[in-house]
């Protein structure tokens, strides 16, 4: 009798400990320190990007100029550039451009990469064929080039930054997503979906697309990173996001004049993008490792 | 052997078709007329459509491409509206600067590199394995711009030791290398290390242990040989994705390359020299492409074995038709 009772206890207990794929995942994440502190670094950036009116002690376009090019004090944390602005409260309110632009680039390359490998690796044959030409074909340019060309022709700005890195980024993810749907649309409940009448719109949103994710979050959790980077390299060199805006990348390349004598106007940026991006590999690495535990480093 | 590799120059045909006419499409529809760029705003109207009918830029698009590319095959990439000179004289000119960069850089990041994910392998979460797996993901996080910038600052213009500008002499290669050196150094460690990972699990490693080989010729004769291969791909991919850093390194270091012509004739608009520029990187970038792929080919006997096998299975089903 107790046996059978301690017996259903632990199947009761087993019961209440069920658990879901994200828990499993969490539960790998939450061992890998490095990942954790990704994790704050990035969280941190995002309560800063949000609260950026209450971090910063100044308006990000407040000129003084009667305090210009001052070294970092008290006053002026990491001081302030040749008009007179304060640096903190300009990378405070510049990383929320550079998370937007990041986000943003990252999700158009995910949506127009991950369309069109789904759908080359869904119908296969010519249209595969046709989409994954054109792919090489993109793949032939460096990111970086093709980014540079489709700002020039584009124009610069924050939209035109936005859409050039994130289709330069298109490729990627189309062969991420491709390979992934090529290993699950083989699989019974594909064919049980379509047996049930499912057309190929629904099999593709609602069956593969699911089971592709956890390459695909892993591509764009590391390309958020990537499209932060790129999109501060095009504003430094004057093609991607134009000043007054705080953005990163434009403060490193209007200080570059003053780096003689007033090295803080170009360090604090810098910086910045480097914690930005390294939290966010720390957090992408994680990301990968969590939830393809048979992938190694 | 000799098939494939025709075969593969034959695969890039289409593909620099493909480049050529992504970037002509992108440059034909910039607004602004060209003609009236070159002339500057005092020009006449009748001046201007005559050099627009001189420049072939009056006709429609797909006449105007296909006159570009008739003009690129026979080397002819026009005319840069800024110098008035040919365009493949100026891009050949900065041509083996940036070329002779990009090579420096991928021989400072394999310097780096390579023997750091070794030494990381083989101590594996030892001291010097944690410290060089903290300074990788640092090193992929660095903006290269900002890098050369702070290297700039503090070995040029506080210590003095190299020229902050310029590209002239192996003193003006040292800084610019070394900022595009090390996030490439940064990939290449994380790779050579996961890949000697897997390598020194094998058996034959065990087997070459047992027989009482030396550590050190285990690591460079049987596992670094093989574990070369992957490291191979990742340099190749590497060198193209420098060979864009170094449009931005090359701004930084006022480095006379195809970079800043570039960049320099995008705030111009300059198209023709553009245009010309991303085609020729897109080449250089597909031939290292090629290149790897044939060294792969060359250090992996597995891969070629396969086109062996292949050539004979061809043979024997031609001689079975016969």
């Not at chain 1, 994130?166 to 990627?172: A, D």
């Not at chain 2, 050369?148 to 030791?161: P, Q």
């Given at each position: 009798?107790?046996?059978?009772?301690?017996?259903?206890?632990?199947?009761?207990?087993?019961?209440?400990?069920?658990?879901?794929?994200?828990?499993?995942?969490?539960?790998?994440?939450?061992?890998?320190?490095?990942?954790?502190?990704?994790?704050?670094?990035?969280?941190?950036?995002?309560?800063?990007?949000?609260?950026?009116?209450?971090?910063?002690?100044?308006?990000?376009?407040?000129?003084?100029?009667?305090?210009?090019?001052?070294?970092?004090?008290?006053?002026?944390?990491?001081?302030?550039?040749?008009?007179?602005?304060?640096?903190?409260?300009?990378?405070?309110?510049?990383?929320?451009?550079?998370?937007?632009?990041?986000?943003?680039?990252?999700?158009?390359?995910?949506?127009?990469?991950?369309?069109?490998?789904?759908?080359?690796?869904?119908?296969?044959?010519?249209?595969?064929?046709?989409?994954?030409?054109?792919?090489?074909?993109?793949?032939?340019?460096?990111?970086?080039?093709?980014?540079?060309?489709?700002?020039?022709?584009?124009?610069?700005?924050?939209?035109?930054?936005?859409?050039?890195?994130?289709?330069?980024?298109?490729?990627?993810?189309?062969?991420?997503?491709?390979?992934?749907?090529?290993?699950?649309?083989?699989?019974?409940?594909?064919?049980?979906?379509?047996?049930?009448?499912?057309?190929?719109?629904?099999?593709?949103?609602?069956?593969?697309?699911?089971?592709?994710?956890?390459?695909?979050?892993?591509?764009?959790?590391?390309?958020?990173?990537?499209?932060?980077?790129?999109?501060?390299?095009?504003?430094?060199?004057?093609?991607?996001?134009?000043?007054?805006?705080?953005?990163?990348?434009?403060?490193?390349?209007?200080?570059?004049?003053?780096?003689?004598?007033?090295?803080?106007?170009?360090?604090?940026?810098?910086?910045?993008?480097?914690?930005?991006?390294?939290?966010?590999?720390?957090?992408?690495?994680?990301?990968?490792?969590?939830?393809?535990?048979?992938?190694?480093? | 052997?000799?098939?494939?590799?025709?075969?593969?120059?034959?695969?890039?045909?289409?593909?620099?078709?493909?480049?050529?006419?992504?970037?002509?499409?992108?440059?034909?529809?910039?607004?602004?007329?060209?003609?009236?760029?070159?002339?500057?705003?005092?020009?006449?109207?009748?001046?201007?459509?005559?050099?627009?009918?001189?420049?072939?830029?009056?006709?429609?698009?797909?006449?105007?491409?296909?006159?570009?590319?008739?003009?690129?095959?026979?080397?002819?990439?026009?005319?840069?509206?800024?110098?008035?000179?040919?365009?493949?004289?100026?891009?050949?000119?900065?041509?083996?600067?940036?070329?002779l960069f990009?090579?420096i850089s991928?021989?400072v990041?394999?310097?780096?590199?390579?023997?750091?994910?070794?030494?990381?392998?083989?101590?594996?979460?030892?001291?010097?394995?944690?410290?060089?797996?903290?300074?990788?993901?640092?090193?992929?996080?660095?903006?290269?711009?900002?890098?050369?910038?702070?290297?700039?600052?503090?070995?040029?213009?506080?210590?003095?030791?190299f020229?902050?500008?310029?590209f002239y002499g192996p003193k003006y290669w040292v800084l610019p290398s070394v900022?595009?050196?090390?996030?490439?150094?940064?990939?290449?460690?994380?790779?050579?290390?996961?890949?000697?990972?897997?390598?020194?699990?094998?058996?034959?490693?065990?087997?070459?242990?047992?027989?009482?080989?030396?550590?050190?010729?285990?690591?460079?004769?049987?596992?670094?040989?093989?574990?070369?291969?992957?490291?191979?791909?990742?340099?190749?991919?590497?060198?193209?994705?420098?060979?864009?850093?170094?449009?931005?390194?090359?701004?930084?270091?006022?480095?006379?390359?195809?970079?800043?012509?570039?960049?320099?004739?995008?705030?111009?608009?300059?198209?023709?020299?553009?245009?010309?520029?991303?085609?020729?990187?897109?080449?250089?970038?597909?031939?290292?492409?090629?290149?790897?792929?044939?060294?792969?080919?060359?250090?992996?006997?597995?891969?070629?074995?396969?086109?062996?096998?292949?050539?004979?299975?061809?043979?024997?089903?031609?001689?079975?038709?016969?």
């Open positions: 009798m107790k046996i059978v009772e301690k017996t259903t206890k632990l199947a009761l207990n087993f019961n209440t400990k069920k658990t879901g794929q994200g828990y499993d995942v969490w539960m790998r994440f939450k061992k890998n320190r490095l990942a954790l502190v990704g994790m704050f670094i990035v969280g941190l950036l995002l309560l800063m990007a949000v609260l950026a009116p209450v971090v910063a002690p100044y308006k990000f376009d407040l000129q003084d100029l009667l305090s210009t090019s001052q070294k970092p004090s008290l006053k002026h944390l990491f001081g302030t550039d040749n008009l007179g602005r304060d640096i903190f409260s300009r990378i405070v309110y510049g990383s929320r451009i550079s998370l937007f632009v990041g986000f943003v680039a990252a999700a158009i390359g995910t949506l127009v990469g991950g369309a069109l490998g789904s759908i080359a690796g869904y119908y296969g044959d010519k249209i595969d064929t046709i989409i994954m030409r054109a792919i090489d074909i993109m793949m032939a340019i460096p990111a970086m080039v093709l980014a540079i060309a489709i700002c020039a022709a584009l124009g610069p700005g924050l939209l035109n930054t936005m859409i050039a890195v994130g289709i330069s980024t298109v490729p990627r993810y189309a062969r991420v997503v491709r390979g992934a749907v090529l290993t699950v649309k083989e699989q019974e409940f594909i064919e049980a979906s379509r047996a049930c009448g499912g057309n190929d719109f629904h099999i593709i949103l609602k069956h593969i697309t699911p089971n592709c994710l956890a390459p695909i979050i892993v591509q764009a959790s590391l390309g958020v990173a990537d499209a932060i980077l790129a999109a501060a390299s095009m504003s430094f060199i004057g093609l991607g996001i134009q000043p007054p805006v705080p953005e990163w990348g434009a403060m490193l390349s209007a200080g570059r004049g003053y780096i003689r004598d007033n090295p803080h106007m170009v360090l604090f940026p810098g910086l910045a993008i480097m914690m930005t991006i390294y939290g966010l590999n720390l957090l992408g690495d994680g990301l990968r490792d969590a939830l393809d535990p048979k992938l190694k480093r | 052997m000799s098939r494939y590799i025709l075969k593969r120059i034959f695969h890039m045909i289409p593909v620099m078709f493909g480049v050529s006419l992504i970037i002509f499409t992108l440059m034909f529809f910039i607004p602004g007329d060209p003609a009236r760029q070159i002339l500057g705003d005092k020009a006449t109207e009748a001046s201007i459509s005559e050099l627009r009918a001189e420049l072939g830029l009056d006709k429609p698009f797909v006449v105007q491409y296909v006159n570009y590319i008739e003009g690129v095959l026979t080397g002819d990439f026009g005319i840069s509206y800024t110098t008035k000179q040919p365009v493949s004289a100026e891009l050949f000119a900065r041509f083996p600067t940036t070329l990009a090579i991928i021989l990041a394999c310097i780096i590199g390579i023997p750091l994910g070794i030494i990381s392998a083989t101590r594996q979460y030892s001291f010097i394995d944690n410290i060089s797996t903290t300074l990788t993901l640092l090193g992929m996080s660095i903006p290269s711009f900002w890098l050369g910038l702070m290297l700039m600052l503090l070995f040029s213009l506080h210590l003095g030791w020229p902050a500008t310029g900022t595009i050196g090390v996030t490439s150094a940064a990939f290449i460690t994380r790779m050579t290390r996961s890949s000697m990972l897997e390598v020194i699990r094998q058996d034959y490693i065990r087997t070459a242990r047992s027989k009482g080989q030396t550590e050190f010729k285990i690591i460079t004769k049987h596992a670094l040989k093989n574990a070369m291969i992957p490291v191979v791909t990742t340099i190749g991919l590497i060198f193209g994705a420098s060979l864009g850093g170094q449009i931005i390194t090359e701004q930084v270091f006022s480095i006379p390359g195809l970079g800043k012509l570039m960049i320099d004739a995008i705030s111009q608009r300059n198209y023709p020299v553009v245009e010309g520029g991303v085609l020729l990187i897109a080449f250089s970038f597909t031939v290292i492409n090629l290149l790897v792929d044939l060294i792969y080919a060359y250090i992996d006997p597995r891969i070629k074995s396969q086109f062996v096998i292949e050539k004979k299975k061809k043979e024997s089903t031609a001689l079975k038709g016969m």
